[in-house]
């Protein structure tokens, strides 16, 4: 089993994992750790394996990603203009019912 250690830059850069800030392990291999905070975290993997490139730095930034209006999808594009296309022909159908336009 490999831990995960949270480091400060200059451990990830040396592959030092003596003096970490924390071991972010739970077991399982089902570990999840939250980027909180706007800044560089640093990780490498315990026991020399971070001289192999099992290391990760991530860099977080601050702000909120933006928001899409939703598209309309092609259901409900065809469905208001049938609906609009209905609507005008049922105004045009009684228009004429009431003008006697329309003969029997």
């Known amino acids: 089993m490999y831990n995960v250690l949270e480091v400060n830059k200059t451990s990830y850069e ?14 399982g291999g089902r570990d999840v750790f939250q980027l909180t905070d ?6 490498i ?5 971070c001289w192999h490139g099992m290391k990760v730095a991530i860099h977080v930034t601050e702000g909120v990603a933006p928001t899409l209006a939703p598209s309309p999808n092609a259901s409900d594009a065809c469905g208001i203009q049938v609906n609009l296309i209905l609507s005008l022909f049922i ?5 004429g019912i009431s003008s006697n336009n329309i003969s029997y």
């Open 14 to 27: 040396n592959c030092m994992d003596a003096g970490f800030i924390r071991n972010i392990s739970r077991g």
């Open 38 to 43: 706007a800044k560089t975290y640093y990780f």
């Open 45 to 49: 993997s315990e026991g020399g394996f």
């Open 91 to 95: 105004f045009v159908l009684i228009w």
